[in-house]
C-alpha cells in the first residue's frame, strides 16, 4: 500500500484529498523531560486553570456527492471504515468531559482547536454545534437505501437521529457552573477536502474545482459539489464503501443543506449556539478568525486561525499552516499586552508549529514562531492539532501539545491543568487523555449509544494496521497514540 502512495502519478496524487502531507523533520526533546513525577503531586499547589483540550472532530456527511472516496486506495483519509460513527463519537468524547466536571474535577474550558467538520459543509457544521448544543442530530443527509428488514436496531445504527447530551450547562446538567467552550478554524473548516480553495459561481453555488479540472470527468471527479447530483463513487447506508478508484459518476438526491460554508458563516455560526459563550471566542460574526480572551483570572488565550490564506488559487493545494503579517502583528501586540498585565498566556492554533510556512510571504515559519513565543516569558502552552496525534514537546520556555483527532485512532481528548508551586512560585503543567469510551467516572445521566461507539472503537481496531501504514507513508509519526509521556505527565516549567 505504501508502494501505491509513493508511485502514485502527479495527476492522481492532486485528486486524491489527503489529510496530512510530508513535513520537514523535527525532533525536540520530548517532555517530561526535567522534574516530572507520577502520582498526585498537587500538595502545596493552587490550581489556575483546568481545561479539556479537543481537536480534529472532523464531523463527516458520509453520502455528500463533495468526496471522492474511491482514493482510499492511496489516502485513507478520503474514507474510513468508521467514519459515519463521527457525530457520535463525539458525543461520546462531550459525555466523559462533563462527567469529569461533574466528579468535582471542575472543567473551566473546552478548546477546540479546529477541523470541527470534514469538508466545510453547512450541515456538518450545523451537527457539530448540535452535539455541543445537546440538539437533535440527524446525521443522514440523503435517502435510506437499505431494505427495512436490513437495518440495525436505533441504538446500533450510525445513520438514526439521535439526542446528544450536550457539554454541560448549568440548570440542564446540573447545579455546577456551564462548562464554557472556544473554538478555532482550521482547514478542514476553510477548504474543500481540507486542501481545495472554494469558489463561488453566478448564482452563489460554491464548488471546489480539482487540478486538471478540464479532463472530462468520465472516470475522475473534476469538481466537488456538494449541493450536486453527480458523485464518484457514492457511499450510501446499503452501500458503505470502499467504492473503486475509477467509477463513472452516478446521480444522487441533492440536498441545499450540505453546501459549503464561507469564513464568516462560520464564526457566524458560533453566535447561534444555546452553549456559552456567544461566538465561541470570536469577537464578531465578521471577524477575521483570530481572537483574546480571558477564560481564567490571570490567563490569556490567544486563538490563531493558521488557514488564513490570503490569496488561494483555484485548483490550488492549500494544507500547511500559514500565519500572515497582519495576524503575526496581532499576536506580537498581544504577547506583549499579557507580559505587561502580568498574564499568563495560552496560544492555540490549529497548525503545529512544524507545518508552518514561510511562502507567499508569511511572516512566521517554525523556527520563528518558536523564537517569537520564547521571546515572552509568560507564554506557558502552544495547543495544536491537524496530524491527529498525542505528542508533547519542549520548546524552550514552553511547552507545545498535540492532541490527537476525536475521529481517528486513538479517538480521544485531553484535559490540561496549571497549577502554581507556591513554595517557589513555579508552574507545573499537568495533562492527561481520556476517550469516548471511558467509564471510571460516576456516570452522568444515561448514555444509550455506548455499545454504537464499542462498535466504532471495534471496526477502527480492525483497520489500525492500515491506518499505521498510511501515517508512515506520509511521514507522519505511525502510532498516533504517541509515547507514555505525550499521553500523561507532569511538568515543571520552573521560575517564570
Given at each position: 500500500?505504501?508502494?501505491?502512495?509513493?508511485?502514485?502519478?502527479?495527476?492522481?496524487?492532486?485528486?486524491?484529498?489527503?489529510?496530512?502531507?510530508?513535513?520537514?523533520?523535527?525532533?525536540?526533546?520530548?517532555?517530561?523531560?526535567?522534574?516530572?513525577?507520577?502520582?498526585?503531586?498537587?500538595?502545596?499547589?493552587?490550581?489556575?486553570?483546568?481545561?479539556?483540550?479537543?481537536?480534529?472532530?472532523?464531523?463527516?456527511?458520509?453520502?455528500?456527492?463533495?468526496?471522492?472516496?474511491?482514493?482510499?486506495?492511496?489516502?485513507?483519509?478520503?474514507?474510513?471504515?468508521?467514519?459515519?460513527?463521527?457525530?457520535?463519537?463525539?458525543?461520546?468524547?462531550?459525555?466523559?468531559?462533563?462527567?469529569i466536571?461533574?466528579?468535582?474535577?471542575?472543567?473551566?474550558?473546552?478548546?477546540?482547536?479546529?477541523?470541527?467538520?470534514?469538508?466545510?459543509?453547512?450541515?456538518?457544521?450545523?451537527?457539530?454545534?448540535?452535539?455541543m448544543?445537546g440538539?437533535?442530530?440527524?446525521?443522514?443527509?440523503?435517502?435510506?437505501?437499505?431494505?427495512?428488514?436490513?437495518?440495525?436496531?436505533?441504538?446500533l445504527?450510525?445513520?438514526?437521529?439521535?439526542?446528544?447530551?450536550?457539554?454541560?450547562?448549568?440548570?440542564?446538567?446540573?447545579?455546577?457552573?456551564?462548562?464554557?467552550?472556544?473554538?478555532?478554524?482550521g482547514?478542514?473548516?476553510?477548504?474543500?477536502?481540507?486542501?481545495?480553495?472554494?469558489?463561488?459561481?453566478?448564482?452563489?453555488?460554491?464548488?471546489?474545482?480539482?487540478?486538471?479540472f478540464?479532463?472530462?470527468?468520465?472516470?475522475?471527479?473534476?469538481?466537488?459539489?456538494?449541493?450536486?447530483?453527480?458523485?464518484?463513487?457514492?457511499?450510501?447506508?446499503?452501500?458503505?464503501?470502499?467504492?473503486?478508484?475509477?467509477?463513472?459518476?452516478?446521480?444522487?438526491?441533492?440536498?441545499?443543506?450540505?453546501?459549503?460554508?464561507?469564513?464568516?458563516?462560520?464564526?457566524?455560526?458560533?453566535?447561534?449556539?444555546?452553549s456559552?459563550?456567544?461566538?465561541?471566542?470570536?469577537?464578531?460574526?465578521?471577524?477575521?478568525?483570530?481572537?483574546?480572551?480571558?477564560?481564567?483570572?490571570?490567563?490569556?488565550?490567544?486563538?490563531?486561525?493558521?488557514?488564513?490564506?490570503?490569496?488561494?488559487?483555484?485548483?490550488?493545494i492549500?494544507?500547511?499552516?500559514?500565519?500572515?503579517?497582519?495576524?503575526?502583528?496581532?499576536?506580537?501586540?498581544?504577547?506583549?499586552?499579557?507580559?505587561?498585565?502580568?498574564?499568563?498566556?495560552?496560544?492555540?492554533?490549529?497548525?503545529p508549529?512544524?507545518?508552518?510556512?514561510?511562502?507567499?510571504?508569511?511572516?512566521?515559519?517554525?523556527?520563528?514562531?518558536?523564537?517569537?513565543?520564547?521571546?515572552?516569558?509568560?507564554?506557558?502552552?502552544?495547543?495544536?492539532?491537524?496530524?491527529?496525534?498525542?505528542?508533547?514537546?519542549?520548546?524552550?520556555?514552553?511547552?507545545?501539545?498535540?492532541?490527537?483527532?476525536?475521529?481517528?485512532?486513538?479517538?480521544?481528548?485531553?484535559?490540561?491543568?496549571?497549577w502554581?508551586?507556591?513554595?517557589d512560585?513555579?508552574?507545573?503543567?499537568?495533562?492527561?487523555?481520556?476517550?469516548?469510551?471511558?467509564?471510571?467516572?460516576?456516570?452522568?445521566?444515561?448514555?444509550?449509544?455506548?455499545?454504537?461507539?464499542?462498535?466504532?472503537?471495534?471496526?477502527?481496531?480492525?483497520?489500525?494496521a492500515?491506518?499505521?501504514?498510511?501515517?508512515t507513508?506520509?511521514?507522519?509519526?505511525?502510532?498516533?497514540?504517541?509515547?507514555?509521556?505525550?499521553?500523561?505527565?507532569?511538568?515543571?516549567?520552573?521560575?517564570?
Amino acid at each position: 500500500m505504501s508502494v501505491k502512495y509513493l508511485r502514485l502519478p502527479l495527476a492522481l496524487m492532486l485528486l486524491a484529498p489527503l489529510a496530512g502531507s510530508s513535513c520537514g523533520a523535527d525532533n525536540p526533546l520530548l517532555l517530561p523531560a526535567r522534574d516530572s513525577a507520577d502520582g498526585d503531586q498537587t500538595a502545596g499547589m493552587v490550581l489556575l486553570v483546568r481545561f479539556v483540550h479537543i481537536t480534529d472532530t472532523q464531523v463527516v456527511d458520509t453520502l455528500s456527492p463533495a468526496r471522492f472516496p474511491g482514493a482510499h486506495e492511496f489516502t485513507l483519509s478520503a474514507w474510513r471504515p468508521w467514519e459515519s460513527y463521527s457525530t457520535q463519537i463525539l458525543d461520546g468524547i462531550v459525555r466523559t468531559a462533563n462527567r469529569i466536571h461533574a466528579s468535582g474535577t471542575t472543567v473551566d474550558f473546552v478548546i477546540h482547536t479546529g477541523d470541527t467538520c470534514d469538508n466545510a459543509q453547512s450541515n456538518e457544521l450545523r451537527w457539530f454545534l448540535d452535539v455541543m448544543d445537546g440538539r437533535e442530530v440527524n446525521p443522514l443527509s440523503g435517502p435510506d437505501d437499505r431494505p427495512l428488514e436490513d437495518r440495525p436496531p436505533t441504538i446500533l445504527d450510525p445513520y438514526a437521529a439521535f439526542l446528544p447530551q450536550g457539554l454541560y450547562r448549568s440548570g440542564v446538567h446540573g447545579d455546577l457552573p456551564s462548562i464554557p467552550w472556544y473554538c478555532l478554524i482550521g482547514n478542514h473548516d476553510q477548504f474543500a477536502t481540507g486542501l481545495l480553495p472554494i469558489i463561488s459561481l453566478p448564482g452563489g453555488r460554491r464548488v471546489a474545482p480539482l487540478p486538471f479540472f478540464d479532463r472530462p470527468g468520465l472516470l475522475l471527479p473534476t469538481v466537488f459539489d456538494p449541493a450536486g447530483r453527480l458523485a464518484h463513487g457514492n457511499v450510501t447506508p446499503a452501500e458503505p464503501g470502499p467504492p473503486r478508484f475509477f467509477e463513472p459518476p452516478v446521480f444522487v438526491a441533492p440536498n441545499p443543506d450540505r453546501a459549503y460554508f464561507n469564513r464568516n458563516e462560520f464564526i457566524g455560526a458560533m453566535f447561534t449556539t444555546d452553549s456559552e459563550p456567544a461566538g465561541h471566542g470570536f469577537e464578531t460574526p465578521d471577524a477575521r478568525g483570530w481572537y483574546r480572551i480571558w477564560p481564567a483570572p490571570g490567563i490569556r488565550l490567544i486563538g490563531l486561525n493558521t488557514s488564513d490564506q490570503p490569496a488561494p488559487l483555484p485548483t490550488g493545494i492549500y494544507e500547511a499552516g500559514c500565519i500572515s503579517d497582519e495576524q503575526s502583528d496581532f499576536l506580537r501586540r498581544e504577547l506583549a499586552d499579557a507580559a505587561q498585565h502580568g498574564e499568563w498566556v495560552i496560544v492555540a492554533s490549529h497548525h503545529p508549529s512544524q507545518i508552518l510556512e514561510m511562502l507567499h510571504g508569511f511572516a512566521l515559519g517554525p523556527e520563528q514562531c518558536r523564537a517569537l513565543l520564547n521571546d515572552y516569558p509568560n507564554v506557558i502552552l502552544h495547543l495544536t492539532g491537524h496530524l491527529h496525534r498525542n505528542r508533547v514537546a519542549d520548546r524552550g520556555g514552553y511547552v507545545e501539545i498535540e492532541t490527537c483527532s476525536t475521529l481517528d485512532p486513538p479517538q480521544e481528548a485531553r484535559v490540561v491543568e496549571i497549577w502554581r508551586d507556591t513554595a517557589d512560585d513555579s508552574l507545573i503543567i499537568r495533562y492527561y487523555m481520556f476517550s469516548h469510551l471511558d467509564d471510571d467516572l460516576p456516570p452522568l445521566g444515561e448514555d444509550p449509544l455506548r455499545r454504537l461507539r464499542e462498535q466504532a472503537a471495534q471496526i477502527t481496531a480492525n483497520d489500525l494496521a492500515n491506518v499505521r501504514l498510511q501515517r508512515t507513508a506520509d511521514e507522519v509519526d505511525a502510532d498516533a497514540s504517541g509515547a507514555p509521556e505525550d499521553r500523561q505527565g507532569w511538568i515543571r516549567l520552573g521560575h517564570r
